[in-house]
């Protein structure tokens, strides 16, 4: 599309306005409007319902950059300019597909780093683009601080720089998906781009498609295959932040249930027979850590609970005390499964959760199908810590590997 600047359609829309009859004054003002909109449209930004910007063509220049980097400093295009090759990987925190690469891409920047080949991983999403329910297999978002806190935790060994609030360079390069490799030659010419292997799974890995594109370059051979696909999850443009206030809407219009338990119920509840991965917390009104972390725990509803997973709150407020309970809940909107005490005898109640239990609160209990307790808290929660918790001991049922990922590579 032409475009022509706002001085240049201002100076038109009142030039021709003033030689029409009103009815086409009418239509060039609207046009004019539009156009205006238009202009001022950011660059490969797209509406909603559009897609992406295309990824860069091969045998294109690297478009410049200078981002911030979790390490404090500002990183640049022409920082890299000694190196043989660069690798630009595109990822993100959130994404499953792509923490199970995160290992990978670290084996790749040490095992060519005495190489000359540089490797800079570039997080594009907007934070707010992202839905509570598409975080189902993550302990954090992808915002700048969330990015320094995952980057310290496996000990990431290349440069990770933040580019969610514009995303301009993000749309100069064009990644579909995290992750996604941009990989240039000594002039940084795009001489690879797409996967960085053909499996997520990495036993099942039988192309090494990234690796065989920076040997190629090395050794000053064309690249076997220079253009792959890239599975994983969808770049969160700026545009899809309206996703995100639809689900937080339709959070806010769902109506707020509040149950009375028995003792009966409440020993089925530690008993977990639901076959899910259970989450119950103890809390009262008049308490304040309970009213303050209380908010995490609907966070946590809504980020695992369209998987194996529930929250159960428990109110230990009398029965007559019902409505101050419903009031804060709806504050809160909490969608979580709430109970309150059915009884004012309220310590035999707890008891039949929890014969041990001296009663004080907040007390919450993380507990597998069947009943085993894999955490259990008579305080306030790291709701990072929890959340690492039940990443790791979700059902593996629709993503194979990657409850195993979280046991097995959760470095203190």
Not at 6 to 11: D, F, H, P, V
Not at 106 to 118: H, I, M, P, S
Not at 241 to 265: D, H, N, W
Not at 394 to 411: K, P, V
């Amino acid at each position: 599309m032409q475009t022509v600047d706002k001085a240049t359609w201002l100076a038109r829309i009142h030039c021709e306005s003033g030689q029409q009859p009103d009815h086409t004054k009418a239509k060039i003002v609207l046009l004019g409007i539009l156009s205006l909109l238009l202009i001022d449209r950011p660059a490969g930004l797209a509406f909603a319902g559009e897609s992406g910007p295309t990824p860069l063509p091969i045998g294109a220049s690297a478009p410049d950059f200078c981002l911030p980097g979790i390490d404090g400093e500002t990183h640049c295009l022409k920082d890299y300019g000694a190196s043989k090759v660069l690798v630009i990987a595109f990822t993100c925190n959130h994404c499953p597909t792509a923490q199970l690469y995160e290992g990978r891409i670290k084996q790749l920047a040490a095992d060519y780093r005495e190489r000359g080949v540089a490797l800079v991983a570039i997080q594009p999403n907007n934070p707010n683009a992202i839905r509570l329910d598409e975080m189902g297999y993550t302990d954090m978002g992808d915002s700048f601080e969330e990015m320094k806190l995952r980057a310290a935790y496996r000990h990431f060994n290349f440069p990770y720089l933040y580019d969610g609030e514009t995303q301009k360079v993000s749309r100069a390069y064009g990644p579909s998906a995290t992750p996604h490799l941009f990989i240039f030659d000594s002039e940084r010419k795009l001489r690879y781009e797409g996967r960085l292997d053909n499996n997520p799974r990495e036993p099942l890995v039988t192309s090494r498609d990234a690796r065989n594109a920076i040997d190629a370059i090395l050794e000053d051979r064309p690249v076997p295959v220079a253009k792959t696909p890239s599975v994983g999850c969808s770049t969160k443009w700026l545009y899809k932040e309206e996703g995100r206030k639809e689900e937080l809407a339709e959070v806010e219009s769902k109506p707020i249930q509040l149950q009375p338990a028995s003792a009966e119920e409440l020993k089925n509840l530690r008993r977990n027979s639901t076959g899910k991965l259970l989450l119950v917390n103890f809390w009262a009104t008049w308490c304040g850590p309970c009213r303050e972390e209380m908010p995490d725990f609907q966070t946590i509803h809504r980020m695992y609970g369209h998987r194996a997973f529930e929250v159960v709150t428990v109110s230990i407020n009398y029965p007559d005390e019902r409505p101050g309970v419903l009031s804060v809940l709806n504050k809160l909107h909490a969608t979580s499964r709430n109970l309150i005490l059915g009884s004012t005898d309220i310590y035999p109640l707890l008891a039949a959760f929890d014969a041990d239990w001296n009663a004080a609160v907040p007390y919450t209990m993380l507990i597998r199908p069947g009943g085993e307790v894999v955490f259990k808290r008579q305080a306030k929660i790291n709701p990072l810590e929890l959340k690492r918790l039940i990443i790791s001991n979700l059902a593996d049922d629709d993503y194979l590997g990657h409850q195993a990922y979280w046991q097995t590579h959760s470095e203190p």
